[in-house]
């Protein structure tokens, strides 16, 4: 980079982590928002917890390279589909470009502040809340450097995943490489992130990206004493592999950390050649932590499956289903109608929802019901009259689904977790084969939108208020 103007130091604060925060940063958290806060959890098991599968990119890509390269490597990125991005190198590069739809993007604008932005996918997480955080300030520059190679910043995001409630924060950073006047800030550069990730843990699990400037097989650089302190693990750790990242003499300097490492499984683990002189380090995670404490809620959104990942990305807007039908207490109402029932998870989860005192009524558009859907009908009976019953229904039913577009699925709580009133229409049937398909969801909690699907649904059997 050959841009030398002042860094901007203004931190920026929003949301549930900004009390946690403030105590670590010494800052006043007057004039601030905040939002409402996720929780902390201990490792569960996993088939108590459904995991979420995380996949986050760490591309490093090399400041002024040419337009036309810098494009391919966006491209390239892109295509892998993550939820998290952690950008090194980019200042000067437009928003717009770091972060197509359905990305959303954090930075504070600066030549040392906007150079490790964060991205994330809008349609899948919400932003509960961002920052920017300062982790090196040695100031002055040393021969030949264009840049003062001793400023770095983090940036964050905190995040709420749509389809199950869970928070993840992302952290994007880069360290200074190693010469005679910044080797001694790596150490405490380390500490400083650490602490940063310490006040995001309060609110769920950590996952920080970046390029480290020292090589990981390398004793007398890699700071292990440092990072373990800090409850910071490489992913190369965890794999017990790793490959060069990038055209350092085979030197491995980009990483995944997660902080306190058994909250995670990790299920895939990539480098991917770019124009760049760094290679995109790709991570698949499954996280095994839940909210304590704290019901699950609901926000309105699309929830989009992500049919080329793992088994929890494929499954994402079946889980979304399950979970909704697994957070309604005894007294709650379901009513659900679909095209054709065929996933075994949510057919379980209707069958646990009637064992807790759920009242579960049931509809299936399929022509000639399967074995699960005969079973509902056994078991909740046909009286749609009464308050539990699970029926199938064909010509009329297709007749009002033509002339009201009606979605292939729709599932309607009335308490989930924390959640009222909630509706959640699919554009594929409940089935397991809707995994391999892309799939979309829309979740609604709103009274009017949810009392509009339910008049619907009773009109599917001829019924009214």
């Known amino acids: 980079m050959n841009v030398s103007t002042r860094p901007r130091l203004a931190r920026r604060l929003r949301g549930p982590a900004a009390a946690a925060l403030a105590g670590v940063l010494g800052l006043s958290l007057a004039g601030l928002s905040t939002g409402p806060s996720g929780a902390s959890g ?25 337009d036309a390269k810098f494009a391919a490597d966006l491209a390239t990125v892109f295509a892998q589909a993550p939820d998290f991005i952690t950008y090194n190198e980019v200042p000067r590069r437009a928003d717009a470009a770091l972060a197509p739809a359905p990305y959303a993007m954090f930075r504070t604008p600066g030549t040392y502040t906007g150079a490790t932005p964060i991205a994330w996918r809008a349609d899948r997480w919400e932003a509960l809340a961002t920052g920017t955080h300062m982790i090196s300030n040695l100031r002055g520059r040393g021969p030949g450097q264009a840049v003062e190679w001793g400023v770095r910043y983090a940036n964050w995001v905190t995040a709420r995943e749509y389809a199950t409630g869970r928070v993840v924060s992302a952290v994007s950073t880069h360290l200074t490489p190693r010469s005679k006047r910044t080797e001694k800030i ?3 550069s380390v500490r400083r992130l650490g602490a940063l990730v310490a006040a995001l843990a309060a609110s769920g699990p950590v996952l920080v990206g970046g390029d480290f400037n020292f090589h990981y097989t390398n004793k007398k650089e890699y700071p292990r004493d440092v990072l373990t302190e800090q409850g910071l ?42 124009h760049s002189d760094h290679d995109a380090l790709t991570v698949d995670a499954e996280l095994l932590t839940s909210p304590v404490g704290q019901p699950i809620a609901f926000r309105p959104g699309p929830v989009v499956n992500r049919p080329s990942g793992g088994r929890a990305g494929r499954r994402v807007v079946l889980d979304l289903l399950v979970n909704a039908i697994d957070a309604a207490p005894k007294g709650a109402g379901i009513h659900m109608d679909t095209r054709g029932l065929g996933d075994q998870r949510i057919y379980g989860s209707l069958l646990k929802a009637v064992e807790r005192g759920v009242k579960v009524q049931f509809l299936t558009r399929r022509y000639r019901p399967n074995a699960m859907e005969k079973a509902l009908f056994a078991r909740l009976k046909a009286r749609v009259r009464t308050r539990q019953w699970a029926v199938g229904c064909w010509a009329t039913c297709r007749r009002i689904e033509s002339r009201r577009d009606l979605p292939m699925t729709r599932l309607l709580v009335s308490t989930a977790g924390a959640t009222r009133a909630l509706r959640i229409d699919s554009d594929q049937p409940a089935a397991y084969a809707a995994s391999r398909n892309p ?5 609604r909690t709103s009274t009017r939108a949810y009392d509009w699907g339910f008049r619907e649904f009773l009109a599917l059997v001829g019924r009214t208020y």
């Open 42 to 66: 201990g490792v569960v098991a996993v088939d108590e917890v459904p995991p979420t599968s995380v996949r986050i990119v760490q591309a490093n890509l090399l400041s002024g390279q040419p």
């Open 186 to 188: 790596i150490k405490p």
């Open 233 to 274: 693990t490489p992913t190369y750790d965890v794999t017990g592999t790793y490959a060069p990242t990038g055209d350092h003499r085979g030197a491995t300097i980009d990483y995944v950390f997660l902080h306190k490492a058994e909250q995670f499984r990790v299920t895939g683990q990539t480098t991917t050649e770019l």
């Open 439 to 443: 799939t979309t969801a829309s979740i």
